[in-house]
């Protein structure tokens, strides 16, 4: 299987997202953001970072850099395209996914592992996940996910949550919110859901030396589901 | 403007060090030149009061490349492989603005590494406030911690261990030290020194501004009520830019183009541009009218002093430009040509055309003031009797919850929760453990740091104080089972112009010495910070020691947290019961006199020597050293992260209880062990000669002290964590 990494100026999760999708079977390329073509990928991956520094709006400049225009067209065909942290700011502002990411509630930065509660299996990404909650790390200082109360109907109605902050059993309530997102939304697809957007960062997560595997488990499902 | 003695004393210069630069020169400076004199030669750049005795400093070692006076140190780590790194102060503008203050200290210390050729792998700090009654502490404290975290996030660095302590000693004048660890290849080291003739001269990074200028000799004056308007004397710091530099820089330092690099940080382009010169020998001449600015209309003196932030300057191979230039053009950085290297020895400076300064580099630097400062020596004090009738109605579990609750013991979560300790995929020991751990990457080898002060322990003698800060840095990298390499040292003192404050500093520097001496620990770089005071108020000394270490197998690295119900815990070193200075005698008892524990070097290197030999026949199942709040302290922590508990034996001492649980005697750790190897670890210790006792056995969930006083895990952890989430909060 084939990915393709993109380096956006001020990203600087790209070199951990390399050596994740690489250590699960992965064979992937960096790709510059000034390029204008995607090498030929089964999957491409908008990495963590401060993009452009966060300045004007998180993720908006880098979401119209050059290679944008192919990673949007890529998606557009059914490619599939994964925006972890900034990533997934930066696929808010492109728009492949709907709604906007503000800053934390308590406006901290905060770096803390925390659970996740899979809402949906039919897609590629958690197809065949066993577990129902994952355990996954977070770093960020703009994860508060909010949309209007239409676009969350839409977004309810499409089944496109991904993922949902909860405690180690599943319980979905606002103590397990780290940041004040809508329905403790941590990840979201777009309609077709082939794209994800998610805050937490599953490349952290690989080996027992970190602070868990259950990045593994993600990451090793998702080549499956692939082949 | 004309340039007299008035106006050499208002840029920070005394009177006798004016008449030596006209001397020198042989005429009166103008007024650019008189600048770049004042930048040189006051206290931060020049160490004119500390440099006689930071001499004593061993900075020699088997294992170091590089020790003081490049941008950092660089100690071997096998393999290749080299660390880079460096503590660095950033005191008086953290206080006066706190978040870029403390962001530009982070960004400042980041590029002394990467400046070697090493990608930074770690950042660790060391911060110090008020009293948190004081009405400044709160906002201080946030807007530090806001401002680390804001520039090493955004560069993408973990940010791995720390300290924080509170004194009212720091209520008008916070200390920020700001730690970097880098990784490079033995091979690809740069350095400061330039060589060779009409070599091209090179600014890259951002622009220079108008901020930060006098930055240098601001942090060497003393504070008063006139602070406020010091505030543009501040740097602002911009992380996207030193991410962009970091990547542009390590770039072009794949290839073999550069001679010489150098990053601009404190006075700017006049320390960059002298060091390159000073330690090549040679000249350096720059068109100022090259320099891009941020502002129209900057003067020579103004581009020579600013302190704009995400500077670097470098002296290229002929021939080299373009292909350096496509590089930084990539990372949409500055690129200019602004100079060559002469075999003048000086310093000239060009702007319109017109030379605007014309001095020898030797002036600068060899020539640059050397003082021996007067100094006191401070006498040991006496030992305090404690009274039995003082300690009657204390009751030990409420008393450990106070300590553990105690603004310089709880826990720091709120803190390093918005530090980014994750990133790089590398982090294999968080913050709140001993010290933190990052993998090499891609290695079986994990580096440890630490970043350790005891500035109690310093101000009641500071011989003693000075010796014990190296320990405990030692001891935290041996509880984690790095084995030590070297130091670097933060040098944190009031006026040395004050002799009781110049005391402090040269009996420190002295203890510092004796220990890194002992334990063969060099320090190979560091920084001193004096006029840590407000008017006549100095802080307590406070010298930080950055301890770095190897793990050469990282998955024989040790945590704290108690591991399994049934093991046993032993204190390994002798437990006397020292109570004076200790957090029992200063905040229960309100006992602040007496001396401080201590320090035995030889059971100090034997203890920890001994453990290592623990470590390796993987015997250790936990580890702690034994500091603040004593033995009981220590093992509640590691009941807390362990989530488990402990059944205390009853003291086979003399002493009073008390004193055996919060003594802070010097040397000693707590270890958890498994019971079927109780003979394996008690035939090497006592092979070795280290002293021990069997402290208890591991259980669930309580903390039994005898048979009718116990407490549980969570109530233990509740007084330990929620001090400083409610003080912020409130």
């Known amino acids: 299987m084939k990915s393709s990494v993109i380096t956006f100026p001020g990203s600087n999760c790209d070199r951990d997202m390399d050596v994740a999708l690489k250590k699960f079977g992965f064979k992937n390329k960096m790709v510059w953001h000034a390029d204008a073509e995607l090498p030929k990928s089964d999957l491409v991956v908008l990495p963590g970072g401060f993009s452009y520094g966060d300045y004007l709006r998180c993720g908006s400049m880098a979401s119209k850099s050059k290679i944008m225009q192919s990673v949007i067209n890529f998606a557009n065909s059914g490619g599939l395209v994964m925006g972890i942290c900034n990533g997934f700011q930066i696929l808010v502002e492109t728009g492949l996914v709907p709604g906007v990411l503000l800053r934390n509630k308590y406006l901290e930065f905060i770096c803390k592992n925390v659970f996740v509660k899979i809402n949906d299996k039919q897609n590629k990404y958690f197809k065949n996940v066993n577990n129902d909650v994952l355990e996954f790390h977070i770093a960020h200082n703009e994860g508060n996910y909010f949309c209007t109360n239409d676009q969350l109907k839409k977004i309810e109605d499409n089944n496109q949550i991904a993922i949902n902050y909860c405690d180690e059993n599943g319980n979905i309530e606002d103590q397990f919110n780290p940041n004040g997102s809508i329905k403790n939304i941590a990840g979201i697809f777009n309609k077709e859901k082939n794209v994800l957007g998610m805050m937490p960062h599953p490349e952290r997560m690989i080996d027992t030396s970190l602070s868990g595997e259950d990045g593994s488990i993600f990451f090793k499902n998702l080549i499956k589901n692939l082949k | 403007m004309i340039v007299n003695e008035q106006v050499a004393v208002d840029h920070g210069l005394k009177k006798d060090e004016y008449a030596k630069i006209c001397e020198l020169l042989k005429r009166t400076p103008n007024i650019t030149e008189l600048g770049i004199f004042s930048a040189m030669w006051n206290e931060h750049c020049s160490y004119k009061s500390s440099r006689l005795h930071l001499k004593k400093l061993p900075t020699k070692g088997k294992k170091v490349i590089q020790g003081p006076g490049e941008n950092a140190g660089v100690i071997d780590i096998e393999d290749n492989d080299a660390i880079v790194f460096k503590i660095e102060s950033h005191n008086h503008p953290s206080f006066i603005e706190p978040y870029q203050g403390a962001a530009t200290g982070v960004g400042g210390i980041m590029r002394d590494v990467f400046t070697m050729g090493a990608r930074p792998i770690a950042n660790l700090n060391s911060i110090h406030f008020g009293s948190p009654q004081h009405k400044k502490t709160k906002n201080l404290l946030r807007g530090v911690v806001h401002g680390i975290g804001g520039y090493g996030n955004c560069m993408g660095v973990p940010t791995i261990a720390g300290q924080t302590s509170f004194d009212s000693s720091y209520n008008g004048n916070i200390l920020v030290n700001a730690m970097t660890l880098g990784l490079v290849k033995k091979d690809k080291i740069f350095y400061s020194k330039a060589a060779g003739l009409n070599k091209p001269v090179i600014y890259v990074g951002s622009k220079t501004g108008r901020d930060g200028i006098h930055g240098a000799s601001m942090a060497s004056a003393n504070f008063d009520e006139k602070i406020e308007e010091k ?277 420190c520097v002295q203890g510092i010495s004796e220990a890194s001496e002992y334990l063969k620990f060099p320090v190979v770089s560091g920084n001193v910070s004096f006029y840590n005071q407000t008017k006549d108020e100095g802080i307590k000394p406070t010298p930080a020691i950055g301890g770095i270490g190897l793990i050469k197998n990282y998955n024989k690295m040790i945590t704290m947290d108690f591991k399994e119900i049934g093991n046993i815990a032993l204190v390994i070193g002798k437990t006397e019961g020292h109570i004076d200075q200790s957090m029992f005698a200063r905040n229960i008892l309100n006992e602040k006199n007496g001396p401080p524990p201590e320090i035995n070097l030889f059971n100090e290197k034997n203890n920890g020597e001994t453990l290592l030999k623990l470590v390796e026949n993987n015997l250790i199942k936990s580890a702690h050293d034994v500091s603040l709040g004593g033995i009981i302290t220590a093992v509640a922590k590691m009941c807390i992260k362990g989530k488990k508990g402990i059944n205390l034996n009853k003291p086979k001492y003399l002493i009073n209880e008390m004193e055996y649980f919060f003594g802070e005697d010097q040397g000693r750790y707590i270890i958890e062990i498994n019971k079927k190897d109780s003979k394996k670890v008690t035939d090497i210790l006592n092979k070795n000669a280290v002293h021990f006792d069997e402290l208890g056995t591991i259980i669930e969930n309580e903390v039994y002290i005898n048979d009718k006083t116990k407490v549980t895990i969570d109530e233990l952890s509740t007084s330990n964590k929620s001090w400083l989430s409610n003080y912020m909060s409130k």
Not at chain 2, 461 to 482: D, M
């Open chain 2, 231 to 507: 505030k543009p004397t501040v740097q602002v710091g911009d992380p996207f830019t030193e991410k962009l530099l970091l990547e542009a820089c390590l770039e072009l330092m794949a290839g073999d183009s550069i001679i010489a690099i150098q990053d601009m940080g404190a006075a700017g382009l006049t320390s960059s541009s002298v060091e390159m010169a000073s330690k090549g020998n040679l000249g350096i001449e720059i068109n100022l009218s090259k320099v891009p600015c941020r502002e129209a209309k900057m003067t020579p003196y103004e581009i020579m002093l600013s302190e704009s932030q995400e500077r670097m300057l470098i002296v290229l191979e002929n021939g080299k430009e373009e292909q350096a230039k496509k590089i930084f053009d990539k990372w949409n950085l500055d690129f200019a040509v602004i100079g060559k290297t002469t075999k003048s020895k000086k310093i000239e400076l060009y702007f319109n055309e017109k030379k605007v300064a014309d001095i020898p580099v030797n002036t600068l630097v060899e020539n640059s003031p050397m003082y021996d400062r007067k100094w006191k020596k401070s006498k040991l004090p006496k030992k305090n009797k404690i009274k039995k009738e003082d300690i009657k109605h204390l009751k030990i579990i409420d008393t450990l919850k106070k300590i553990l609750a105690n603004p310089n013991i709880c826990s720091k979560e709120w803190i390093w929760q918005q530090y980014d300790h994750t990133v790089m995929g590398d982090t294999i020991q968080k913050p709140g453990g001993d010290a933190g751990v990052v993998r090499v990457h891609g290695t079986n080898k994990a580096v440890a740091a630490s970043v350790d002060s005891s500035a109690v322990y310093c101000w009641a003698h500071p011989l003693t104080g000075g010796k014990q800060v190296v320990c405990e840095s030692f001891r935290n990298l041996i509880s984690v089972g790095a084995k030590p390499i070297a130091i670097t040292n933060c040098l944190n003192f009031g006026s040395p112009e004050n002799e009781e404050n110049m005391g402090e500093f040269v009996e």
